[in-house]
């Protein structure tokens, strides 16, 4: 894997100022909430297995913060922070951690299972690869609309996330061969942080090169720096066009590597300390605070207020989280069925 | 009324169902052009197109899958298993996501589905072909699961299920297929969670679902010469069991057999049989019967299958014994 970065990232992108600071801000609210959660977690306020996020943001903001309100976005176990870029408040999403009613599934789901029909977030699904058929029905969903249903409104797209190991299981080729095959609107993101708990990528995958595998069902595979936000947008945009477009599925690949074990309750014993130093220093939050400084686009008092305000989001969401009530045990049917 | 077949009772069921609503679609493995192996869905795609009847690859447990996120946005999905049996291949699906998802989501997401298909025993089809899949499903929350067994209950019933916004477990059974009978030729819904009652006798209550009714029915025939009065119940919702009707039936007979073709360790006569104890054990004069398949493979051999299952002699037998 190349691991160079890139100098100039922006070269085929142009966003404005303020898209830039919605990227940053969003990276820096995943990162915070992150560390919140470890914390909460270890003070006894959340409980379960926690996966935290940290390290790859840009690809949750670099793709989710590309999309449209219409659009979906489908998950994992590791599934906080692409909900909170696709809108859901991080009240709502902490609340849910501490098993709180007015968690955004009022305590029933806790960390690995975030829903929010609201913001069309399909979960949150716990088991490797479960997630990727229930993104490919809904992108089938909307062609249904399109072609069955006469809707005029333009195709709305489903992001699909899951890591390396999961490109190991039959749902994901199962699913790229149905999404190819019916070209429906759906980009696959694998986020490709080389670990699958313990089981290092190159041990378990003949070829390790995934996005490669695209070629195999006739769709584009990219492969791009999962610690630069706006190499993971370029890519988004260009998927994006060709799902609206009705031109079918594209695979992306993002590198990248998580700054903490599996789950808080990983000792992450076999990844090597030079291993995780190299990867901590290309930070994907500082690699676009250089680059903000370096080309104008921020000063760093103005990224400072920005940090200053995401730390505020998320006291309050604790504070919320902590006043919330927990839920009615005469409500535990509620939900089973309509 | 009109003469109708199992096959065509549920064929008439779904396109009743597809043409009053957009949003249903069937999909399955050779649902299509093939018309379905069954032929419940015969001819369905050249009326609503090849979206609508979706040919899938060989893939349960992702197109099983696929209904689902289709049904989180909007969608009703109908999925077809080929045969029950292959959405083993489903069961994570079937399991954690068309069971909980409603419940895990706190509401959020609602899951109008209905997976249809055969299961049961057939003639000499092998034992993966086999599978009784209803005692695997029963142990799911957030599950119905139905058992049609005569023409006219697979066309209510099927219309019921499809029109449910909570996921249905629909069971045919592949013997079934061609039974014959005179339906109404105008539009009905049976409930889904009630059992039907086949018979009303006197001096034991048999319950039973799906294709035993017809080995109970037979056994009844012979019953009846010897002047035995069994009360026969066909269980349909096998969850929830309607339990009112099968404890009104109890206080009044006293005497219960069930005649199943699960396999009997943690089948649903098992389940019956915890249930009725736990509500109406004063009521029982003795102890239930529970006359089920075996806890075997289904062999091969025609004359092991046979072996296998509940005979009408035997339910005769247990009668005689019981009485």
């Known amino acids: ?338 | 009324m009109k003469k109708t077949f199992l096959f065509e009772a549920l064929h008439a069921a779904t396109d009743e169902e597809m043409a009053k609503d957009p949003n249903i679609f069937v999909i399955g493995e050779d649902v299509g052009h093939y018309g379905g192996s069954y032929k419940v869905t015969k001819d369905l795609h050249m009326k609503y197109g090849d979206l609508r009847i979706l040919d899938t690859p060989i893939a349960e447990n992702s197109f099983t899958g696929l209904a689902i996120g289709a049904a989180m946005t909007g969608l009703k999905p109908i999925i077809e298993g080929m045969n029950m049996s292959f959405l083993l291949l489903a069961f994570n699906q079937i399991a954690n996501n068309v069971g909980m998802l409603r419940y895990t989501s706190g509401g959020n997401f609602n899951l109008p589905l209905v997976i249809r298909g055969p299961g049961g025993i057939g003639r000499q089809l092998g034992p993966e072909h086999s599978q009784r899949l209803e005692a695997y499903f029963q142990g799911i929350p957030g599950l119905r699961i139905v058992a049609c067994s005569t023409p006219y209950n697979a066309k209510g019933l099927l219309k019921a299920a499809i029109q449910s916004d909570n996921p249905v477990i629909f069971f045919e059974h592949v013997l079934l297929y061609n039974l014959q009978e005179n339906i109404p030729s105008k539009e009905y819904t049976l409930p889904l969670d009630k059992a039907e009652m086949v018979r009303e006798g006197q001096d034991v209550t048999i319950l039973t679902y799906s294709r035993m009714r017809y080995n109970v029915l037979q056994a009844t025939e012979k019953l009846l010469t010897q002047n035995y009065d069994p009360e026969i119940i066909d269980l349909i919702s096998l969850k929830p069991l309607d339990i009112d009707t099968i404890k009104t039936s109890i206080k009044k007979t006293h005497k219960v057999i069930i005649v199943e073709e699960c396999m009997r360790t943690g089948g649903i006569g098992a389940e019956l049989t915890a249930q009725i104890n736990e509500t109406v054990f004063d009521e029982l004069d003795a102890p239930i019967v529970r006359l089920s398949s075996q806890d075997i493979p289904t062999p091969y051999n025609g004359t092991l299958e046979q072996a296998t299952i509940v005979q009408p002699d035997q339910i005769v037998n247990a009668v005689k014994m019981i009485c």
């Open chain 1, 1 to 338: 894997m190349d691991l160079k970065q890139k100098k100039d990232s922006l070269s085929n992108l142009e966003l404005t100022q303020s898209e830039i600071l919605t990227l940053y801000e969003d990276m820096v609210l995943g990162r915070y909430f992150e560390d919140m959660c470890a914390q909460m977690y270890y003070r006894g306020k959340m409980f379960g297995f926690v996966h935290l996020y940290t390290g790859q943001e840009a690809i949750s903001s670099g793709v989710i913060k590309a999309l449209k309100k219409s659009d979906y976005a489908c998950s994992t176990y590791r599934d906080h922070v692409h909900a909170l870029s696709k809108g859901v408040t991080a009240r709502e999403v902490m609340a849910e951690l501490f098993g709180k009613e007015t968690g955004c599934c009022k305590g029933r789901g806790g960390s690995m299972h975030i829903f929010s029909k609201e913001h069309n977030f399909l979960g949150g699904f716990a088991f490797i690869g479960e997630g990727i058929p229930v993104a490919t029905g809904a992108a089938f969903q909307s062609i249904y609309q399109k072609q069955v249903l006469h809707k005029s409104e333009e195709l709305s797209v489903t992001t699909c996330f899951f890591g390396d190991g999961t490109t190991n299981n039959g749902q994901f080729f199962e699913c790229l061969n149905m999404a190819a095959l019916w070209k429906l609107p759906i980009i696959f993101v694998v986020e490709n942080n080389q670990w699958a708990i313990g089981m290092a990528h190159p041990r378990s995958t003949s070829v390790p090169e995934i996005h490669t595998k695209a070629a195999a069902f006739g769709m584009p595979g990219e492969e791009v720096d999962g610690m630069d936000v706006l190499a993971v947008r370029e890519v988004t945009e260009r998927a994006l066009k060709r799902a609206r477009a009705g031109e079918g599925p594209t695979l992306i690949e993002a590198l990248t590597y998580r700054f903490r074990g599996h789950s808080l309750a990983d000792p992450d014993e076999l990844r090597s300390f030079q291993e995780k130093e190299a990867w901590i220093a290309r930070d994907p939050i500082k690699r676009l605070t250089t680059y903000m400084i370096d080309n104008n686009i921020a000063t760093s008092i103005l990224l400072e207020t920005i940090n200053q305000k995401v730390k505020s989001v998320i006291e309050d969401s604790v504070e919320f989280a902590t006043n919330s009530p927990e839920p009615s045990v005469k409500d535990l049917h509620k939900y089973l069925f309509l």
